[in-house]
C-alpha cells in the first residue's frame, strides 16, 4: 500500500499550479488534481478528478483521504463582477464544505491575492477577499486552514506578464505620474515552495503576504527600466495622468461588452496598477523559519526572459 501522503490540488494546470505540482512530486507527495474536460494534465504520475469548482461531488471526490489540500483555482478576468464572485467566492466556499465533511484533519492552504487587501479597487480584488472570507467561514475559525496573498508572481509559464515584457521593449513606456506606484514580485517557484512548506508544517489560522525579500518593491519606472535594461532596450518613459489610464480601462471594458471577450485589462485592473502601495513588510509574511524567499528579481527575470524567448517571435514583439 502506498503511504506517500496525498495533496488534493485545484487550479494544477495553470501557471503557478504546475510549478506547485512539481514541488509536490519532487518532495514525494501524491497529487490529485481537479480538472476540467479537456484541459491538458502537465504532470506525470498526478491523479485526476474530472470537474470543476462548481461541482460539489467532484470537490468531494478530490479531498476526501487527502492530508493536505491546496486552493489555487481562481478567476483573473471575467466581463461581470459576478462571474468574479461565483468562481472565487462561491467556488471556495464549496471547496471549504468539502474538506469539513471529507478532510476534515488535513492541512488547508488557500491561495488569494495582495489584492484582497484592498478589496474595493476592483470586482476581481472584492471577490478575492470574499473567497477568503468564504473558505474562513466553512472551515471555522479554528481549522487547520492558512490563508496566502502573493503579489504579483512571475516566472516561466508567466503568459500575462508578456504585457511588461511587451511594454519594455518598446521605444516610449506610459508610466503613472508620481508619486509612482510600488509594486512588489515574486518568483512561482518560491511561492511553490512556501505551498509545499505549509502542507507539512508552519502556523495555521492566519493571512500572510507573499513577496520577493525587496518588501518594499519596485516603482513602476524602475522596474520596466530594469526588464528593458535587460532586453538591450533603453525605452523612453512618458507620463500618463491617472484619469488617462482610468479611462483606457473603461473603455476595454465597454470593448468586452460589445464582442463579448473580456481581457484582463480594464477599470478595476486600472485602479489596482494606480494604486500607490503593494509593498509589504516581514511582519506580514511568513515567518522566516518556516519559509523565506530565495530567488531575487535579477535571477528570476533572466529565467522568464528566456521562457518568454522560447515561446518565439511572435510572443516576444515589443
Given at each position: 500500500m502506498d503511504q506517500a501522503p496525498l495533496v488534493a490540488v485545484t487550479g494544477g494546470t495553470g501557471f503557478l499550479g504546475q510549478h506547485a505540482v512539481a514541488a509536490f512530486l519532487a518532495q514525494g507527495w501524491r497529487v490529485r488534481m481537479l480538472v476540467r474536460d479537456g484541459r491538458r494534465v502537465p504532470a506525470a504520475g498526478a491523479e485526476t478528478v474530472p470537474g470543476d469548482l462548481f461541482d460539489a461531488a467532484a470537490l468531494r471526490r478530490l479531498v476526501e483521504g487527502a492530508q493536505a489540500v491546496v486552493h489555487l483555482a481562481g478567476l483573473t478576468k471575467a466581463r461581470r463582477a459576478t462571474d468574479f464572485m461565483a468562481v472565487n467566492r462561491d467556488g471556495s466556499a464549496r471547496l471549504a464544505q468539502a474538506v469539513a465533511a471529507a478532510a476534515p484533519e488535513a492541512r488547508c492552504v488557500i491561495l488569494s491575492s495582495l489584492a484582497a487587501r484592498e478589496p474595493g479597487l476592483s470586482p476581481y480584488a472584492a471577490s478575492k477577499r470574499a473567497g477568503e472570507e468564504a473558505a474562513i467561514a466553512g472551515l471555522?475559525?479554528?481549522?487547520?486552514?492558512?490563508?496566502?496573498?502573493?503579489?504579483?508572481?512571475?516566472?516561466?509559464?508567466?503568459?500575462?506578464?508578456?504585457?511588461?515584457?511587451?511594454?519594455?521593449?518598446?521605444?516610449?513606456?506610459?508610466?503613472?505620474?508620481?508619486?509612482?506606484?510600488?509594486?512588489?514580485?515574486?518568483h512561482a517557484r518560491d511561492v511553490a515552495?512556501?505551498?509545499?512548506?505549509?502542507?507539512?508544517?508552519?502556523?495555521?489560522?492566519?493571512?500572510?503576504?507573499?513577496?520577493?525579500?525587496?518588501?518594499?518593491?519596485?516603482?513602476?519606472?524602475?522596474?520596466?527600466?530594469?526588464?528593458?535594461?535587460?532586453?538591450?532596450?533603453r525605452p523612453r518613459f512618458v507620463?500618463?495622468?491617472?484619469?488617462?489610464?482610468?479611462?483606457?480601462?473603461?473603455?476595454?471594458?465597454?470593448?468586452?461588452?460589445?464582442?463579448?471577450?473580456?481581457?484582463?485589462?480594464?477599470?478595476?485592473k486600472a485602479r489596482e496598477i494606480l494604486h500607490r502601495d503593494w509593498s509589504s513588510s516581514p511582519a506580514?509574511?511568513?515567518?522566516?523559519?518556516?519559509?523565506?524567499?530565495?530567488?531575487?528579481?535579477?535571477?528570476?527575470?533572466?529565467d522568464t526572459l528566456a521562457w518568454w524567448a522560447s515561446l518565439g517571435r511572435g510572443a516576444a514583439r515589443g
Open positions: 471555522g475559525p479554528a481549522g487547520r486552514w492558512v490563508v496566502l496573498r502573493p503579489t504579483v508572481i512571475y516566472g516561466p509559464g508567466d503568459r500575462e506578464g508578456l504585457v511588461l515584457r511587451q511594454l519594455a521593449g518598446s521605444a516610449l513606456v506610459p508610466a503613472p505620474r508620481a508619486p509612482e506606484p510600488r509594486i512588489t514580485m515574486v515552495d512556501a505551498l509545499a512548506t505549509l502542507c507539512v508544517s508552519g502556523p495555521l489560522g492566519e493571512v500572510f503576504e507573499v513577496t520577493d525579500a525587496r518588501y518594499e518593491g519596485h516603482g513602476w519606472r524602475e522596474l520596466l527600466a530594469r526588464i528593458a535594461g535587460a532586453l538591450g532596450n507620463g500618463v495622468p491617472d484619469v488617462a489610464m482610468l479611462a483606457a480601462g473603461a473603455a476595454a471594458d465597454a470593448l468586452a461588452r460589445v464582442t463579448g471577450r473580456g481581457g484582463i485589462f480594464g477599470l478595476g506580514r509574511q511568513l515567518p522566516g523559519l518556516v519559509w523565506s524567499p530565495r530567488i531575487t528579481f535579477e535571477e528570476g527575470l533572466q
